[in-house]
């Protein structure tokens, strides 16, 4: 290409962009309202809520499990820790083996301190004790790892002295172990096993 054409592309480029008009940045309002009108047009009236049906109400909300206002463990002692948690797990595995017995293609197996249950329509869960931090871990297909800690329920100014009542929690979203196993497997531990 020679010098002579390409100073006359350059020439041609830079009064192709000053003859061009520059485009506004922001549009005015009257503008922008005539080019889009359905932006301009706001409601005053409030929006009800109703249904999927056009003749039905605004639909309830369900009733939540009942989350738990504990935002740190019951301090309990090594021997107590292992004493609670013994006793949940061999209820848990009891539990267990009377829904493998109830339902084919689970599959329960209790081997040193580590829960396992093949739960065919969700996977594997594994429950098993952590000494050193006095909690028990929960590996859940559905819900995902939790590491639940004991803590007492009840003991406040409010209720009867001796009323309170213990539960593993997950302290990071408040839910029980009983209520998640309940929920996801159907099995109930603990004193709700003991309800009618």
Same mark, same amino acid.
């Given at each position: !290409?020679?010098?002579?054409? &390409?100073?006359?592309?350059?020439?041609?480029?830079?009064?192709?962009?000053?003859?061009? +008009?520059?485009?506004?940045?922001?549009?005015?309002?009257?503008?922008l309202?005539?080019?889009?009108?359905? /932006?301009?047009?706001? $409601? %005053?009236? $409030?929006?009800?809520?109703?249904? @999927?049906?056009?003749?039905?109400?605004?639909?309830?909300?369900?009733?939540?499990?009942?989350?738990? *206002?504990? %935002?740190?463990?019951t301090?309990?002692? /090594?021997?107590?820790?292992?004493?609670?948690?013994?006793?949940?797990? *061999?209820?848990?595995?009891? =539990?267990?083996?009377?829904?493998?017995?109830?339902?084919?293609?689970?599959?329960?197996?209790?081997?040193?301190?580590?829960?396992? @249950?093949a739960?065919? +329509?969700?996977?594997?869960?594994? #429950? %098993?004790?952590?000494?050193?931090?006095?909690?028990?871990?929960?590996?859940?297909?559905? $819900?995902?790892?939790k590491?639940?800690?004991? #803590? !007492?329920?009840?003991?406040?100014?409010?209720?009867?002295?001796?009323?309170?009542?213990?539960?593993? /929690?997950y302290?990071?979203?408040?839910? &029980?172990?009983?209520?998640?196993? =309940?929920k996801?497997?159907?099995?109930? #531990?603990?004193?709700?096993? %003991?309800?009618?």
């Amino acid at each position: !290409m020679s010098a002579s054409r &390409s100073a006359r592309c350059l020439r041609q480029a830079v009064r192709s962009l000053s003859i061009r +008009p520059a485009a506004p940045r922001y549009l005015p309002r009257q503008a922008l309202c005539a080019s889009i009108p359905a /932006i301009c047009q706001f $409601s %005053n009236t $409030s929006r009800s809520f109703k249904g @999927i049906l056009p003749d039905t109400d605004e639909p309830t909300l369900k009733e939540r499990e009942p989350l738990h *206002e504990v %935002n740190e463990p019951t301090p309990i002692e /090594i021997d107590e820790y292992h004493e609670r948690a013994d006793q949940y797990l *061999e209820e848990l595995v009891t =539990r267990a083996e009377e829904l493998a017995e109830e339902k084919e293609g689970i599959d329960v197996e209790y081997s040193a301190g580590v829960l396992t @249950i093949a739960y065919p +329509p969700n996977g594997t869960y594994v #429950v %098993n004790k952590q000494p050193p931090t006095k909690q028990i871990w929960l590996s859940s297909p559905v $819900s995902g790892p939790k590491r639940f800690d004991w #803590v !007492m329920l009840g003991e406040s100014q409010q209720q009867k002295e001796g009323a309170a009542s213990g539960d593993w /929690i997950y302290l990071r979203d408040k839910t &029980s172990l009983t209520t998640l196993l =309940r929920k996801e497997l159907g099995i109930t #531990v603990g004193e709700e096993s %003991n309800r009618p």
